[in-house]
């Protein structure tokens, strides 16, 4: 690497930086971002390629050994297991769950090796054939390079959430050379808080994205379908029926990916979530072997009706014959995509959810248009059900509507199905909205204690962290202390509360200066009287485990300003309302 030329154009971007106002240097900085994240998803697919053309087809695939594609998944999982392990500290923040969580808790802060760890270890994981995709490594990896760059140049806590997002918005479009569906994804899963003056670097970032992609990527490295058959409004009602089954297909996936997913979690063992991972993705493979890889393969098979590419590897192969076993066939390669891919991640893999959610799709809309025509209903178009069921299982997954309609008519070279996508995706969207609200990254993300929300106020208060807050100078006193060592304590202290505890630092009470006023000045009391007998019993008390709604809430029950804070009744110390308000108004400056 030529650090010297590396430091002419940092020298460069730093005269830019000084010579340009704040929104023209963030226009600046978006192209920058675009084109990172456009080449490190550029850099992913062709590593993803090299992996499975020249090590797996040209070498250890050359001696015809037909079923060793099998143990590729253990391989590539091992490897990623051991990277992460000894170079990454075992952590590797996957997910837009991590993203949120950054912008929400962190203050769009993400580490820096996010920037190239997601294409190291989710290019061997899925290079290897792990079943899961390379969209969501892409988006961490473009979301890492714009919060990283908004660091360098110390831009506010706006500025760099909104390079993240960037960043995000061109991995996806380099991703599938579709900047419209990248800018769509930026501000339905990443950002919900949006002003419209962040349109602009989103689209910027999203376009150097997808050009470079244009440039470098050949179409064959790409999800890109040529439609056979126009829109048929005639097929209305099919479409409507089929936005139905994307819906319950869309909770189906996420809830058994997510069961899965966590199961794993459980296990103790590192290497015994890989062992156990790994075998059962190879006894899945034998059956199904659509289940290797993202799946591209398999879904430009399904949209130009070649059926027979998806189980032509398979041990069940000799026993497919006939419609009704290829459709059961595929049904089950659907519903089984949801475990491979949890299994993956689960254990120990790195992927994510994007491209299997297009597979699913793939497989429901070629599966219901294939049961029509068997059904004797006639002029179905297979390929169009097939691309358009992509769109209805995007957007009841990962909750993005928008993201799920404008991606297919991109990757179509149109809006000649507009109107279906449209139908397919609202309807799916709506019914997943109803049973689960929330999508599972922010699911995920509330288990965390965090929040993100489209009211400013809410998203504001979910980023305080209370713990540097809490006011812990404050001495306990024993409640067996006498009026005379209280009086003491008072007058070395400018406090108005004393938190009163037994001997196993167990909060009792507090004694509020204004209620003894009258027993200070009677020294007849001092040696009478003890702790216990002047405090008020405790009350209302913030929890350590509290999170910052409930603590506002108990503040506003108990009409006090200052609240003990205890971990298992423990005393802890105390958390002051105004110190919160503080925080509060120095975060909305941040966010302004």
């Given amino acids: 690497m030529d650090f010297k030329k590396l430091n002419i154009i940092e020298r460069g971007i730093n005269w830019i930086h000084e010579k340009t106002n704040e929104k023209q240097f963030l226009l600046f900085s978006s192209v920058l971002v675009g084109i990172s994240a456009g080449i490190a998803a550029v850099i992913l697919k062709l590593f993803v390629f090299a992996i499975r053309q020249y090590l797996v087809h040209d070498y250890l695939l050359k001696y015809d050994f037909k079923y060793f594609y099998l143990v590729l998944p253990l391989i590539g999982i091992g490897i990623t ?28 802060f993400l580490p820096s090796h996010q920037m190239y760890s997601h294409v190291i270890t989710s290019g061997l994981t899925v290079g290897f054939g792990g079943s899961a995709g390379l969209e969501s490594p892409i988006v961490s990896t473009g979301a890492a390079i714009g919060s990283n ?26 991703a599938f050379n579709a900047p419209i569906a990248g800018v769509l994804f930026a501000l339905e899963v990443i950002l919900i808080d949006i002003s419209i003056g962040a349109f602009i670097p989103l689209l910027i970032a999203a376009a150097s994205g997808a050009l470079l992609s244009k440039i470098v990527l050949h179409e064959s490295s790409l999800l890109f379908f040529n439609l056979k058959q126009p829109f048929n409004y005639t097929n209305v009602p099919f479409y409507i029926v089929l936005g ?70 398979s041990l069940l ?34 992927g994510g959810s994007f491209a299997p959610s297009l597979f699913v799709g793939a497989c429901l809309g070629f599966a219901f248009a294939f049961l029509l025509t ?45 109107i279906p996508l449209m139908i397919v995706s609202s309807i799916s969207y709506v019914i997943v909205k109803v049973f689960h609200p929330e999508s599972l990254d922010v699911r995920r993300l509330k288990a965390k204690g965090a929040v993100i929300s ?5 998203s504001i208060l979910s980023r305080i962290e209370t713990d540097g807050l809490i006011e812990k100078s404050l001495p ?10 209280v009086v003491e304590v008072i007058k070395q202290s400018q406090e108005n509360i004393f938190p009163v505890v037994n001997k196993h630092n167990k ?18 009391l001092y040696d009478r009287v003890t702790a216990r007998e002047i405090m008020r019993k405790q009350g209302a008390a913030i929890d350590i485990k509290d999170d910052i709604f409930g603590i506002m809430k108990k503040f506003e029950e108990s009409g006090q300003w200052n609240l003990p804070v205890v971990n298992a009744g423990i005393y802890v110390g105390f958390l002051s309302k105004s110190s919160i308000l503080d925080q509060y108004r120095h975060e909305l400056l941040e966010s302004n």
């Fill in 244 to 313: 139905l089954l994307a819906g319950v297909v869309s909770m189906y996936y996420v809830n058994f990916f997510d069961k899965v997913e966590t199961g794993f979690s459980r296990i103790k063992s590192v290497w015994a979530k890989w062992l156990i991972g790994g075998l059962t993705l190879a006894l899945l493979l034998a059956l199904f072997p659509a289940l290797f890889g993202e799946g591209y393969e398999s879904i430009k098979a399904l949209s130009e009706f070649d059926t027979g590419e998806l189980f032509k590897d």
């Fill in 149 to 174: 760059f908004a660091k360098t140049y110390k831009l506010s806590y706006k500025e760099r959430t909104l390079l993240l997002a960037a960043g995000a918005a061109g991995g996806i479009a380099g």
């Fill in 317 to 350: 192969a000799k026993f497919i014959h006939g419609k009704t076993l290829i459709l059961i066939f595929i049904l089950m390669t659907l519903l089984l995509k949801a475990v491979a891919v949890g299994i993956t991640l689960g254990s120990g893999g790195n």
């Fill in 476 to 485: 306990p006193i024993h409640f067996k202390t006498s009026l005379r060592q």
């Fill in 81 to 108: 297991v051991l990277i992460v392990r000894y170079f990454f500290k075992g952590s590797l923040n996957r997910g837009n769950t991590a993203i949120l969580f950054s912008i929400a808790k962190k203050g769009s």
């Fill in 374 to 418: 068997g059904l004797g209903f006639e002029n179905i178009p297979l390929s169009n059900f097939t691309i358009v069921a992509m769109a209805g299982i995007l957007s009841g997954v990962f909750h993005s509507p928008l993201t799920g309609i404008f991606l297919i008519a991109e990757i179509t070279g149109g809006y000649e199905l507009i």
């Fill in 454 to 458: 489209d009211n400013k106020d809410v």
């Fill in 507 to 524: 909060l009792m009470g507090i004694i509020y200066l204004d209620d003894i006023r009258k027993e200070m000045f009677n020294a007849e």
